[in-house]
């Protein structure tokens, strides 16, 4: 493809709802980031994949908040039982480095709005 | 902790003039620093790193490790420059090597 895809684009959710979001990382690239940037702030990290393995998932705001890449390409971020705190853009990034390696070159996707009524 | 600041939320300027960037970072490692940007409709993506010392659009940055600054700078900004503009810094030396990003700065080139 031609960049990091995220789908939906945009998703409207009602409060204790679970939603999934998906990432179609560049193919081939080793590493997946996702993180969440709320209205005017900058991205925080969320969780960081290399290949099937997720090897940081320290900035997962809460147990609500899953992450999967089990054939390491295609990620999925899952909350479950939404909350209005919860409304932010998700990014999610991939590189083809691995650790140490993937700054050097790192590509965004488009992100996921997620609003929480 | 590991924190970025970018203590201006918005900078206007007009066509033709200097524009500089603030961002400061609290680390007390070796980090390696940033410059992402998102110009409107468009992906954040990578601008500059200061260990590869380039110029890109204009942009130059320089690590300051005394004043703990990575301010970024052009001598003649052009309209286009407007966007977000976000500072970011990582550790390859620790367990994270993860980018932590400031709250980025909003740049208005008028015409």
């Known amino acids: 493809g031609a960049g990091v895809s995220q789908s939906p684009r945009y998703k409207v959710a009602k409060r204790g709802q679970d939603v999934a979001l998906r990432c179609d990382p560049i193919?081939?690239?080793?590493?997946l980031f996702w993180y969440q940037q709320a209205l005017g702030q900058g991205p925080e990290f969320l969780t960081y994949?290399?290949?099937?393995?997720?090897?940081?998932k320290s900035g997962l705001p809460s147990d609500r908040f899953f992450a999967e890449r089990p054939e390491g390409s295609v990620s999925t971020l899952k909350i479950q039982r939404t909350q209005q705190e919860d409304s932010a853009v998700y990014l999610c990034?991939?590189?083809?480095?691995?650790?140490?390696?993937?700054?050097?070159?790192?590509?965004f996707g488009s992100g996921t709005q997620l609003s929480v009524l | 902790a590991q924190r970025v600041t970018q203590p201006e939320k918005l900078l206007s300027v007009f066509k033709g003039a200097p524009v500089e960037l603030k961002c400061n970072y609290s680390?007390?490692?070796?980090?390696?620093l940033f410059w992402y940007v998102q110009y409107s409709r468009q992906r954040l993506q990578l601008l500059l790193r200061?260990?590869s010392r380039e110029s890109i659009k204009g942009f130059t940055a320089d690590l300051n490790k005394g004043e703990t600054s990575f301010h970024l700078k052009k001598p003649f900004a052009q309209e286009e420059d407007s966007a977000m503009y976000y500072c970011?810094?990582?550790?390859?030396?620790?367990?994270?090597?993860?980018?932590?990003f400031g709250k980025g700065t909003k740049l208005s080139v008028k015409p």
């Open positions: 680390y007390s490692g070796s980090p390696e």
């Open positions: 200061h260990i």
């Open positions: 990034a991939s590189s083809p480095g691995g650790f140490r390696e993937f700054n050097e070159k790192l590509f």
């Open positions: 193919s081939g690239h080793v590493s």
């Open positions: 994949f290399q290949n099937e393995a997720q090897l940081d």
């Open positions: 970011a810094l990582t550790d390859y030396g620790g367990s994270q090597g993860n980018l932590i």
